[in-house]
């Protein structure tokens, strides 16, 4: 199977920027697609970004447009997300995922499409 773990968060004040990395590892051969997703107290989990693990393509929500970059590097079975221009309503748990799901899945933008979690990493932005 395949394993993944998150690093990278912290507190953070609002307009300032942090970087998450999760690293990948076990049957890697497996993933088509890995993910961020995060979850605010008393909220759903929800989608953040994703990236097509062999040719780069991405996907992020509307909010985090222009704000929120997600990069793979795919010799080390590595992906990051930049966040940049941070603000509160960005607190919350944020997880790594990956998966086989395709971005043609409607599965693709929810955690359905995702086989692979880690445990998550908590980012705090304070206004």
């Known amino acids: 199977q395949v394993q993944v773990v998150e690093s990278g968060g912290g507190l953070v004040q609002a307009g300032g920027s942090l970087r998450l990395s999760c690293a990948a590892s076990?049957?890697?051969?497996?993933?088509?697609?890995m993910g961020w997703f995060r979850q605010a107290p008393g909220k759903e989990r929800e989608f953040v970004a994703a990236i097509n693990w062999m040719v780069g393509a991405t996907d992020y929500r509307d909010s985090v447009k222009g704000r929120f970059s997600i990069s793979r590097d795919n010799a080390r079975a590595t992906m990051d997300l930049q966040m940049d221009s941070l603000k509160s309503e960005d607190t919350a748990v944020y997880f790594c995922?990956?998966?086989?799901?395709?971005?043609?899945?409607?599965?693709?933008?929810?955690?359905?499409?995702?086989?692979?979690w880690g445990r998550g990493t908590q980012v705090i932005v304070s206004s």
């Open positions: 076990g049957r890697t051969f497996l993933i088509s697609t």
């Open positions: 995922a990956a998966g086989r799901v395709s971005s043609r899945d409607a599965r693709y933008w929810d955690s359905r499409g995702y086989d692979y």
